[in-house]
Nanobody, 122 residues
Framework: QLQLVESGGGLVQPGGSLRLSCAASGFTLDYYAIGWFRQAPGKEREGVSCISSSGGSTKYADSVKGRFTISRDNAKNTVYLQMNSLKPEDTAVYYC???????????????WGQGTQVTVSS
């Protein structure tokens, strides 16, 4: 069964860093683009970053450019999201998703993880 599991979330102070991981089981990530999305209470799910299957192409939302970095290690079947200079407005549940398209649009992804909470607060 195809499964994605996020980890690495938690509580961090403004200006701090976290690294999220998205691990796959039941399939290999090699052939899939991976997207990171987030959803804050009362808001729609939004695209944060995505990476192509080879890792050669990446995209970022304007709100996280220069602060977040997406990467992948296909040998470990894992994709990462390094988040630096975190702000309170980054607080949300973060999800990873897999599909064929390198896109920041949630509806283009069919396979989703269960999410991990990120809270940025002093």
């Amino acid at each position: 069964q195809l499964q994605l599991v996020e980890s690495g979330g938690g509580l961090v102070q403004p200006g701090g860093s976290l690294r999220l991981s998205c691990a796959a089981s039941g399939f290999t990530l090699d052939y899939y683009a991976i997207g990171w999305f987030r959803q804050a209470p009362g808001k729609e799910r939004e695209g944060v970053s995505c990476i192509s299957s080879s890792g050669g192409s990446t995209k970022y939302a304007d709100s996280v450019k220069g602060r977040f970095t997406i990467s992948r290690d296909n040998a470990k079947n894992t994709v990462y999201l390094q988040m630096n200079s975190l702000k309170p407005e980054d607080t949300a549940v973060y999800y990873c998703a897999a599909d064929e398209s390198v896109s920041l649009l949630p509806y283009e992804y069919n396979y989703w993880g269960q999410g991990t909470q990120v809270t940025v607060s002093s």
